[in-house]
């Protein structure tokens, strides 16, 4: 990496405050006519690595259950592409609460390969929303308590 | 084609009997590493022109409205590849309605290129559906009436 | 099932003929907005679980090397869609090589639940084609002695 | 929007600034669970988007050509999500060149629906890229000559 992205400040300490890892096996489907996984799939490695999280942080039933008031909606979500991807890569995709919000959470990514090389680094914002009226819906205390133990 | 399909009897009078069509790009991101579009995105391009022609008989609206009690699942979709799909190629997907059942319709489709070439042909069944319960749901009259001047 | 597909002669003794399977997690993704996973998705489904097998039996990184005369393209696919998957469901895809061409071979597909439910099942035809020609490319002995184990 | 990304300074000079629109209509498989497209598809927006300008720039063919030295690939990619998507909109998704370096440009993106409200802004760094040593390839005057009139 030539040049640090705004959201790093030491890459050996970021690097390091990770601690949830979600395996990807990257698929042929996800590769593009350039032999590479194409550059709008990484965001789904990272949605499944955001997702992994909430299921063990033991959050996400209750935002896809049908009948629930609540959902979670990316609010700004950025990608830095340092190592292109190829066909049958095992993935980790790590995923860290950086910050909580009122509604709202920063969460920071990093994918590295099985030679533990950076392949992408990235940030994104989610916020939680009333699924009907689409506002911001604040975190309750349950919530506070369980996203605690992931905070960096 | 070497072998027709099981559902094509006479290639000619088959592909005459297609009166509706939806022009498709094909994308950048739908290509996979053999440089050609990856066989699992040609089910987007069916779904693409289905869902046009169903908007045009005038009942997909119904369909995607949040408090409808129905939806349209697909029971079964089978494809042939006749030709291989390059990024950047201005497709043309026929669809037509081959049979309407009780609950069901079978969808008949035509992908051509700018040459008029074929790309893919298929066919699959889809149903109508009670949102809650997931049993069939029969069309009503009025749907019926919709889909008449469509059928072949 | 009520009908049983035609690719399918007893349902038992077809389900006991798969002996390789790959685990598969629903991704969020992979949804649409009728809740489940879309009928366009599966067929990534039964790619990821037809390489594993070629990775398996040991074929599949001679044909992603850049510098291979071979790739396998899909000649025809089929999905029956037997039962609704949804989000966070884990799937095993299972494939089989029903019989092997001159230059071709047909697989099966069954997709099951953690219930051991039938979501889907399917079949289809690939082809090895020379990469430049794109015609048809007979298999080698070799390959043939590969494949020999998994022939039901 | 309640607070402006880092990128844009004044938000109605920088709408003003966009003149090459490509018109996207939102697919029914970009859709998720929670009714609206899913966050990872904005992406292949853009990607629609920066290519069809590369077309009218004359360049995408070069870089798509299978004996080309170049190829183009993404360096960093970033999305603000101002308005939920639904199924069925017909979005214009505007693509500007911001500024042209050495071997790489920034694009600007700003989609908005028929209403013309803002849906999603972006800006990402695309670099030029030798395909076999897959490092940086500096503009040549031709490609320099083929950008300036999309310069902002």
Known sequence: MKRLPAYIN????????????QPVKV????????????NTKVFVYFEEGRI??????????EWAARDSDAMIVTADLHCDYIRQITFGEALQVGVKVEKLGHSSMELHYLVVNEQEEICLTG??????????????????????????????
């Open 27 to 38: 698929r042929f489907s996800e590769t593009d006519a350039f032999g590479h996984v194409n």
């Open 52 to 61: 992994a999280l909430f299921e063990k942080i033991g959050i996400m039933k």
């Open 123 to 152: 940030r994104g914002t989610m916020v939680q929303v009333n699924k009907k009226t689409e506002r911001s819906l604040p975190w309750n205390e349950k919530m506070k308590a369980l996203f605690q133990p992931y905070l960096t």
């Open 10 to 21: 030491d890459l050996e300490a970021w690097k390091a405050s990770f601690h949830f890892f």
